[in-house]
């Protein structure tokens, strides 16, 4: 992605408020990516809903009892 450490910080922390849909949030760390001379991705919904997961999470499995 990116080797400056400040850049991929932001990026991660963008994405995670980008799924929690704090929008005024997404903005200010965008400011923060395009003063470091990043331009930040447009990955919002046209229609302004957080952007959901393509897939479901996986179910866990249950660590088995018996004995070997």
Avoid at 22 to 45: F, I, N, S, W
């Amino acid at each position: 992605m990116t080797e400056d450490t400040m850049i991929a910080g932001l990026l991660r922390e963008r994405e995670g408020l980008v799924q929690r849909g704090l929008d005024d949030r997404v903005a200010q760390v965008d400011e923060q990516l395009k003063a470091r001379g990043y331009t930040p991705p447009t990955d919002r919904p046209a229609s302004g809903e957080p952007a959901s997961r393509s897939t479901a999470p996986k179910g866990r499995r249950t660590r088995s009892t018996e004995k070997a």
